[in-house]
């Protein structure tokens, strides 16, 4: 997958529907999502490594950064959504308890 981490995921779907944020309107949106508070360091290291993978632009005005996705970050959010789309839309969701695993294996049986 393009992102290693939900925070990575969340962090760019924020951006897809914002278009571009300052880090810091960025954090809290995040943090609003979350109800919680993020540790500044790693919130911002987050950012520096989809910016280094190339799914963040990042400029500087003033004395802020503003983020925005690449095409490519864009790209990897809607791939996302399709994934996310067929497990809601496509599967039913198990609510006896049972695993997929156990109806892979009573279909390989039958």
Same mark, same amino acid.
């Not at 864009?74 to 695993?99: I, K, M, N, Q």
């Given at each position: 997958?393009?992102?290693?981490?939900?925070?990575?995921?969340? @962090?760019?779907?924020?951006?897809?529907?914002?278009?571009?944020?300052?880090?810091?309107?960025?954090?809290?949106?995040?943090?609003?999502? *979350? =109800?919680?508070?993020?540790?500044?360091?790693?919130?911002?290291?987050? @950012?520096?490594?989809?910016?280094?993978?190339?799914? @963040?632009?990042?400029?500087? =005005?003033?004395?802020?950064?503003? *983020?925005?996705?690449?095409?490519?970050?864009?790209?990897?959010?809607?791939?996302?959504?399709?994934? @996310?789309? =067929?497990?809601?839309?496509? /599967? =039913?969701?198990?609510?006896?308890?049972?695993?997929? /695993?156990?109806?892979?294996?009573?279909?390989?049986?039958?």
């Amino acid at each position: 997958m393009w992102f290693q981490s939900g925070r990575r995921r969340d @962090l760019c779907a924020i951006l897809y529907d914002a278009g571009e944020l300052r880090g810091q309107k960025l954090k809290t949106r995040l943090e609003a999502h *979350y =109800e919680t508070r993020l540790d500044p360091q790693s919130f911002y290291g987050t @950012l520096d490594a989809l910016v280094s993978k190339g799914y @963040l632009a990042r400029r500087t =005005e003033g004395i802020a950064d503003v *983020y925005e996705l690449t095409d490519p970050g864009a790209a990897g959010v809607e791939a996302h959504y399709d994934w @996310l789309t =067929e497990r809601v839309e496509g /599967g =039913e969701r198990r609510r006896d308890g049972e695993s997929a /695993g156990a109806d892979a294996n009573a279909d390989a049986t039958e």
